[in-house]
C-alpha cells in the first residue's frame, strides 16, 4: 500500500503555469503506474494524465494534451505534473493515484482504473 501526498497547488490566473508534486512513501511504487485525476466541482472524477512504471509511456486526456505534462522520478519517488495554459475549466482538486499500469488515451480518463491508492488531493483554481 502507498501512502500518497501531493503539493503544489494554488491559484493562478488563466494562462499561468503551476506544477504538481506527489511523494510516495511504499516499496511499489517503482513496479506502478502512476498518474493524476481530477474532481471539478458538481463533476465527476475525471483522469488526466498517467506514466507507465519505468516512465516509458505517457497518456493524457484530450481536454489537456499539449498543456500538461507528467513526469517521474523513481530514484526519489516522486511524480510530477507541469501544467500550463491553465485555464478556468482547469480548476478543481488535483489527486496523485497508482494503478497497476497506465491506460492507453482512449481511457485515460477513467484512471485510476481501481481507485486504491490516491493522495488527500490539492486545489487548483484559475481564475483573473
Known amino acids: 500500500q502507498l501512502q500518497l501526498v501531493e503539493s503544489g497547488g494554488g491559484r493562478v490566473q488563466p494562462g499561468g503555469s503551476l506544477r504538481l508534486s506527489c511523494s510516495a512513501s511504499?516499496?511499489?511504487?517503482?513496479?506502478?503506474?502512476m498518474g493524476w485525476f481530477r474532481r471539478a466541482p458538481g463533476k465527476e472524477r475525471e483522469g488526466i494524465a498517467c506514466?507507465?512504471?519505468?516512465?516509458?509511456?505517457?497518456n493524457y486526456v484530450q481536454s489537456v494534451y499539449g498543456r500538461f505534462t507528467i513526469s517521474r522520478d523513481n530514484d526519489k519517488q516522486t511524480i510530477s505534473l507541469q501544467m500550463d495554459n491553465l485555464q478556468p475549466e482547469d480548476t478543481a482538486v488535483y489527486y496523485c493515484?497508482?494503478?497497476?499500469?497506465?491506460?492507453?488515451?482512449?481511457?485515460?480518463?477513467?484512471?485510476?482504473?481501481?481507485?486504491?491508492?490516491w493522495g488527500q488531493g490539492v486545489l487548483v483554481t484559475v481564475s483573473s
Open positions: 506514466i507507465s512504471s519505468h516512465g516509458e509511456n505517457t
Open positions: 511504499g516499496s511499489t511504487f517503482h513496479s506502478l503506474g
Open positions: 493515484a497508482a494503478d497497476t499500469g497506465c491506460p492507453g488515451s482512449a481511457v485515460v480518463h477513467r484512471f485510476p482504473l481501481s481507485l486504491k491508492n
